[in-house]
């Protein structure tokens, strides 16, 4: 199912498994995972869908902003471990398929110049933890429960691991993975893992409002910031000065 009230075409959704609704309001494009009855688990038809529609969304000059939501009680619980019976050593190039495809997804926000906020209530555990805080902002609802208990499956969380390291201090970090603890959404706060706290009606309307913001700026200037913000943040000092500078000559033409 697509859904635009544009008068500009959505971007199409996996047209068998009806897994993703898109949604444009004005500038902003809202992308539903749309998987309730599954707590939207990540299968691989809802994962291609969700990349495809965001690097649609990346090249749509119509897009300004997106907003990532998940259909019902839960934003995403991570991935569908009833597919786990097809990814066996004796399939590799579907397991070396299926980790691609993860593995894009989990940094695909990003690396987009469009920035993306989160609209997260309930469940977001495993890869929909990721999601969560793969996104450049998050709004979380006051049932949010986060975190990774892939090891309880015996799972390890691999492609998941990078996106927590850079987000929390290595013992907390190490604690979520190795024990499965879920955060509520006061602690997720505290530790910077969300920028907002409403209650759980109000996460879908408070993203937007974010968007919304981002979708009233000059486009080429929120690329380049959100670019900028990203590359400094693995540079050295002086390195991040200097690209800093030229971001600084170069936004000279944004002015309207």
């Known amino acids: 199912m697509t859904v635009t009230t544009s008068g500009r075409p959505a971007a199409p959704s996996d047209p068998a498994a009806d897994v993703l609704l898109v949604e444009d309001r004005g500038a902003v494009r809202v992308l539903t ?43 995403c619980a991570g991935a569908d471990l009833s597919e786990f019976s097809g990814l066996t050593p004796d399939q590799p190039d579907a397991v070396l398929e299926r980790a691609a495809l993860t593995a894009r997804l989990q940094t695909q926000m990003q690396d987009m110049g469009t920035p993306v906020v989160s609209a997260v209530r309930g469940a977001a555990v495993g890869g929909g933890a990721g999601l969560a805080i793969g996104a450049d902002m998050a709004v979380a609802g006051t049932d949010l429960k986060f975190g990774y208990p892939e090891l309880r499956h015996s799972i390890v969380p691999a492609l998941v691991m990078t996106g927590l390291q850079r987000h929390l201090g290595r013992k907390l970090a190490f604690e979520l993975v190795s024990t499965g603890r879920l955060l509520c959404a006061a602690e997720a706060a505290e530790h910077g893992l969300v920028n907002r706290v409403v209650e759980p009606d109000e996460v879908e309307g408070a993203a937007l409002e974010i968007a919304e913001r981002w979708a009233a700026v000059e486009p080429r200037a929120i690329r380049a910031a959100k670019d900028l913000f990203y590359r400094v943040a693995d540079l050295p000092t002086e390195a991040a000065m200097r690209a800093g500078q030229d971001v600084n000559a170069l936004m000279r033409a944004f002015r309207r």
């Open 33 to 75: 995972l749309h998987r309730p009855d599954k707590l939207n688990a990540l299968n691989t038809a809802l994962t291609r869908a969700l990349s495809d529609a965001l690097t649609a969304a990346e090249r749509d000059a119509g897009v300004r902003a997106v907003v990532l939501a998940g259909a019902g009680r839960a934003f």
